[in-house]
């Protein structure tokens, strides 16, 4: 069955740096468009970054842009959010999202807490 897993959240100090995975399978992993997404609660799940199936193509949200890098594997299944110079902002649970439309996939989603 369809698994989307990911790992990496914890509790980091400004200024930090934490690694997100986010591990798929039961599809064609290299098929799917993939993006981190963040929700914190009372607000809206908000792109964070994209990256296109061949990882030539990457997007960024404005808050992020030179702080954060995504990329993927396609051979391990795959993809990572590297997140440099964290902010107390940047506390969310965080999401990985497959997509290859009609399909779209879920994690359940990893808590990063940014915090003296």
């Known amino acids: 069955q369809v698994q989307v897993v990911e790992s990496g959240g914890d509790l980091v100090q400004p200024g930090g740096s934490l690694r997100l995975s986010c591990a798929a399978s039961?599809?064609?992993?290299?098929?799917?468009?993939m993006s981190w997404y963040r929700q914190v609660p009372g607000k809206e799940r908000e792109l964070v970054a994209a990256?296109?199936?061949?990882?030539?193509?990457?997007t960024y949200a404005d808050s992020v842009k030179d702080r954060f890098t995504i990329s993927r594997d396609n051979a391990k299944n795959t993809v990572y959010l590297q997140m440099n110079s964290l902010k107390p902002e940047d506390t969310a649970v965080y999401y990985c999202?497959?997509?290859?439309?009609?399909?779209?996939?879920w994690g359940q989603g990893t808590q990063v807490t940014v915090s003296s």
């Open positions: 999202r497959a997509r290859n439309w009609p399909n779209e996939y």
């Open positions: 039961g599809f064609t992993f290299s098929r799917y468009a």
């Open positions: 990256i296109n199936k061949l990882g030539s193509n990457t």
